[in-house]
């Protein structure tokens, strides 16, 4: 798979520096994302991983501090949320939110609406991925995420990703409560959307395994709020091979045996 | 007439203490407006119309009746009781009727009596639509009386943006194994007053469904009392309610369990915007030798803006063993998880509050028997969310022009 190096979007994170309830979480992050680049963001429990990906996307509860996010220039971090994701931005979330009464169906037409592109597009668009991304239909007329498996909240995360197109999109821990054919789906998806669509990602992940699919093109270790080790894909194996030992931390990047990533905590 | 205060406990939060009766004057025999009125002309009537085959319309202007249009061989008989000497008795179940049930009684000019005389064929369908004027009190009036096994759908609208004051009254009477549908839709306009009155007897192995829907009002309130009276009889009562601007909704119920193995459920779910507030106050009694009742109230109430408010007050009265009953009763601020969820797909503000009110209100939406009146009641209410947004949009741009108004911050504005 080759992708373009460097595109025509530029994510650029500097400095960031931002603390939950009055607690410092992240503590001087710096990352630059380019269109069809795929970044991992690894790191222990409490790293700060998750923290990263909600101030992006601003949040309620996350404050920043310090530092500067800018899509293209834009500065990303005066925006309300909505806008930063008419922007561009997307979060797949670890945990995705239950909506009851509300479809994907009418969120995406919104979103769309907002942005000035056409609702109707949605149907047509919603119709090509739902077989791609392994997305029952029958649940898109049904209220968000509610009653849906930890398989179907994130088919339906990655759905959205694809139908919004996003020109960056942050994926907190997709990994988690995954079977492996669910894994395997949605991280096809992300590639291709990066491989093909242009699609900047910034994949946080506690666990290797996510990246077996999802190739990085970049690997960045967080610990205590900072980036303490940026390299190639190789990194991942190291950290596959040692855990996250040699940053002052004992947890393992695999989960145990072959049982799948419990939800984690961070 | 001596009118009720807001110190009785049945008016405890209501808006009874500004209701001033010399605003309004009953309507005289010549009031007899047509044109406008006339039923079709409100989509909403015309939809419920529409909603099966065979229809039997009632419409009133002014609690004066104004078209009778029976569907021929459904099965039902309408009769305009003051244009007969026939007088049904009507019994109530909730401690008698209030103020406003005697005056109904006393002060109703068309009292229409809805009979379902056969009970070998599918539900009858009848839609009353009751038309208000500017200025005027009306009395309308509905007894629905059901011969055993016989099967009723009857849908009530109240519409029109007229400054009037009503006092409807529905007597449902559900005889031995009949099944009864009742949805009331008030589509009233910000400053009609209603006081309305619903009560309803379901007798052994029978049923009844009962929904609101409540869109407008200055303030409107439904007083519902459903007896179970017979072994086995079921009733299913839901409403759902939006009030912006300044209205007030406010809701009391009765689920009075007289009989064994009795079932009832009772589901409100109500949103307030802007200044508006709400008021739900129900009661679930089972008698002595109402054994195994099975008994349930939900009620929830979504507050959108700060300076909405809802009250909530359940009450249980349980005087029998071997029961099961519960109640459930919520009052918050939309979820900032949810509306984060929304804005995180580029979805702005106001349209995901509009979103979550409206799914708010699905669970009872899809429990309603709307039929054909779904899609606009959920027009309906979507137009008018988006008012109350826009609305509390523009109160806000206002007191922050205020804010940057003042002394010292004359260069901000």
């Not at chain 1, 709020?225 to 990194?235: C, D, F």
Request: one cysteine or more; proline letters at 5%; charged letters at 20%.
């Amino acid at each position: 798979m080759t992708r373009p190096s460097g595109g025509a979007h530029v994510l650029a994170v500097r400095g960031l520096q931002a603390s939950v309830a009055g607690k410092s979480i992240l503590r001087g992050v710096d990352l630059e994302v380019r269109s069809g680049e795929v970044h991992a963001v690894m790191g222990p429990n409490g790293s700060g991983k998750s923290t990263l990906s909600h101030v992006l996307m601003g949040r309620p509860g996350y404050e920043v501090t310090s530092g500067e996010v800018t899509l293209d220039g834009q500065d990303i971090l005066a925006m309300p949320t909505w806008e930063r994701a008419q922007a561009g931005l997307f979060l797949g979330m670890q945990y995705p939110i239950e909506v009851p009464g509300v479809s994907l169906e009418a969120v995406l037409k919104e979103s769309f609406a907002a942005g000035g592109r056409d609702p109707r597009e949605v149907d047509d668009l919603v119709e090509s991925e739902v077989d791609r991304v392994g997305f029952d239909a029958r649940l898109l007329k049904r209220a968000l995420n509610v009653d849906f498996s930890g398989g179907e909240k994130k088919r339906s995360e990655t759905l959205q990703l694809a139908v919004l197109r996003p020109l960056f999109a942050m994926l907190d821990e997709v990994d988690s409560g995954l079977d492996v054919d669910a894994l395997r789906d949605v991280a096809r998806r992300v590639a291709q959307a990066a491989a093909h669509e242009g699609l900047g990602v910034i994949a946080i992940t506690h666990y290797t395994r996510l990246l077996s699919e999802l190739r990085p093109d970049r690997v960045h270790v967080l610990s205590a709020g900072r980036i303490v080790a940026s390299g190639g894909p190789e990194l991942a194996d190291e950290l596959e091979a040692q855990g996250y030992g040699a940053w002052g931390n004992d947890e393992p990047a695999r989960p145990p045996g072959v049982a799948p990533a419990a939800p984690g905590l961070s | 007439m001596k009118l009720p205060t807001s110190s009785l406990e049945e008016w405890r939060y209501s808006r009874i203490d500004s209701l001033d009766l010399d605003r309004f004057e009953p309507a005289g025999p010549d009031t007899r407006p047509g044109g406008p009125h006339l039923a079709g002309s409100v989509p909403l009537v015309e939809a419920a119309r529409l909603s099966a085959a065979e229809v039997t319309a009632v419409e009133t202007v002014d609690g004066r009746l104004s078209v009778l249009a029976p569907a021929a061989g459904s099965g039902v008989e309408v009769t305009v009781l003051s244009q007969t000497s026939e007088q049904p008795q009507v019994e109530w179940s909730g401690g008698g009727l209030d103020a406003f049930g005697t005056a109904n009684e006393a002060f109703s000019v068309d009292p229409i009596l809805i009979e379902v005389t056969s009970s070998d064929r599918p539900a009858t369908v009848v839609v009353a639509h009751h038309c208000l004027s500017d200025g005027l009190v009306s009395f309308p009036r509905v007894t629905v009386r059901t011969a055993p096994g016989a099967n009723l759908t009857l849908i009530e609208v109240l519409s029109g943006d007229a400054a009037c004051l009503v006092v409807p009254v529905v007597d449902l009477d559900v005889a031995v194994n009949a099944r009864v549908v009742y949805l009331g839709v008030q589509a009233l306009g910000g400053r009609a007053w209603q006081i309305a009155s619903q009560s309803s007897r379901v007798a052994t192995g029978a049923s009844l469904t009962s929904g609101a829907v409540a869109l407008g009002g200055d303030y409107a309130r439904v007083l519902t009392s459903s007896s179970l009276t017979g072994v086995g009889a079921s009733s299913r009562l839901a409403a759902m309610y939006f009030a912006s601007g300044s209205e007030m909704h406010d809701f009391r119920t009765v689920q009075d369990h007289k009989a064994r193995k009795t079932f009832s459920d009772l589901l409100y779910k109500g949103v307030v915007a802007n200044k508006a507030s709400s008021v739900y106050s129900g009661l679930i009694r089972v008698e002595k030798g109402a054994k195994g009742t099975k008994a349930f109230q939900t009620n929830r109430n979504l507050v959108l803006h700060e300076g909405a408010r809802a009250e909530s007050v359940p009450n249980l009265e349980i005087e029998e063993n071997d029961v099961s009953c519960s109640h459930a009763s919520a009052i918050g601020p939309v979820s900032e998880d949810e509306r984060f969820y929304l804005h995180s797909r580029g979805v702005p503000p106001q349209v995901a509050d509009r979103l979550i009110s409206v799914g708010f209100l699905t669970e009872v939406l899809e429990q309603l028997p709307l039929g054909a009146l779904a899609s606009h009641v959920e027009a309906a209410l979507s137009e008018k969310l988006a008012t109350a947004e826009a609305a509390e949009a523009a109160e806000a741009a206002g007191s922050d022009r205020q804010f940057t108004a003042e002394p010292g911050r004359e260069e901000l504005t």
